[in-house]
């Protein structure tokens, strides 16, 4: 990759299956990317294509039936060494620390991660207080209304002490982002953040995480299944199909000249980038094959219109196509002479 500037983050070869009683299903399948600092990366997909597996991999939060069988998860710390997520222990204290203070998570559904019974002002300053202890109850207190003005939450002191089952969907998600920006991380991941809101308050925190994106130079991952978000949100952009990178680079390059069948089918599936609406995938031939019955060779063979008989035999490596972008597909085989 061009980029001088080393990346925040860079996954090599992300390895996660799932053992269950019908077989082993590859969920994540030798997958790389890198984030930059202080860019937003959107990961795009079908449901089932691995992009939720792959960031709670990153997190460490694969739980069984599921296992890391693999891979790098190469984290620049501010003092710019180098740590590999993938070989600390998932529950230990230093993965602990890297949750939170590094990197944050903002969930699809918040009302799942507040707990009902606390005001969400409290447990944000909880968390305030469990990564910086020398920080007192009233100044964890006066930070969080801080941050709830700044995720644009009127009337922070009073909300502050409101449960989280009395806010709208947009303010949740609103409190949710101001707990991830709590102990200042310099990578968000964002995993689908306004699946669970209306098309209006979507608009709205999809403004907001660009601000916040652009005022605190924070990076973020953000996982969709829908192309307009990306073109809105993302500077550069991961396409996945079953457990595998099938294209990815800047947007520019992808959303003008995408190579990828798959990634192509993807944009069709858009009306308009322009538009407000939000477009679900995909209008594309076929289902997504189910986990264990995944195709031999490139997986997206039996939907694919350019298949060729070497399409079911061999897996395409992912590979340099000039500018940035990465496309792994035979009809773009050098090795061949195409
Ligand atoms: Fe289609 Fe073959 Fe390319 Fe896969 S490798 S996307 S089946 S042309």
Not at 152 to 178: C, F, K, N, T
Request: proline content about 7%; aromatic content about 4%.
């Amino acid at each position: 990759m061009a980029d001088a500037v080393p990346p925040l983050l860079r996954v090599e070869d992300l390895r996660v299956s799932f053992g269950l009683a019908e077989g082993t299903v590859r969920a994540v399948d030798g997958v790389d990317f890198e984030v930059p600092p202080a860019e937003v990366l959107g990961v795009v997909g079908e449901s089932g294509c691995g992009k939720s597996v792959t960031i709670r991999a990153i997190l460490r939060l694969v739980s069984r039936p599921g296992r890391m069988d693999g891979g790098s998860i190469l984290f620049r710390k501010a003092d710019g060494s180098v740590i590999d997520l993938a070989t600390l222990p998932a529950r230990g204290a230093l993965m602990r620390a890297m949750r939170g203070a590094e990197i944050a998570l903002i969930p699809q559904e918040p009302m799942a991660s507040f707990s009902p019974v606390h005001t969400v002002g409290a447990q944000i300053a909880e968390a305030i207080r469990l990564h910086d202890p020398s920080v007192g109850r009233a100044a964890a207190r006066d930070i969080t209304i801080g941050l709830f003005r700044d995720v644009g939450i009127s009337m922070p002191e009073r909300r502050v002490d409101a449960y989280s089952w009395q806010l709208s969907g947009g303010l949740r998600q609103r409190a949710m982002i101001a707990m991830a920006l709590s102990c200042r991380p310099r990578l968000l991941i964002a995993d689908e953040p306004t699946t669970a809101i209306d098309v209006t308050t979507q608009a709205q925190i999809l403004a907001l995480l660009r601000q916040l994106q652009h005022r605190h130079r924070t990076a973020i991952v953000f996982i969709t299944h829908d192309l307009g978000v990306i073109a809105r949100m993302a500077s550069r952009v991961v396409v996945m199909y079953l457990g595998r990178v099938v294209e990815q680079g800047p947007v520019d390059a992808i959303f003008h000249n995408p190579l990828h069948p798959y990634t192509r089918a993807l944009l069709r599936s858009i009306p308009s980038l322009a538009g407000a609406v939000r477009t679900k995938l995909p209008v594309i031939a076929g289902a997504l094959p189910h986990p264990f019955n995944r195709p031999s060779g490139c997986a997206f063979h039996p939907r694919c219109p350019d298949a060729m008989a070497k399409c079911a035999r061999a897996v395409p490596a992912l590979e340099d196509q000039g500018g940035g972008q990465r496309t792994a597909c035979f009809l773009y085989d050098r090795a061949a002479g195409r």
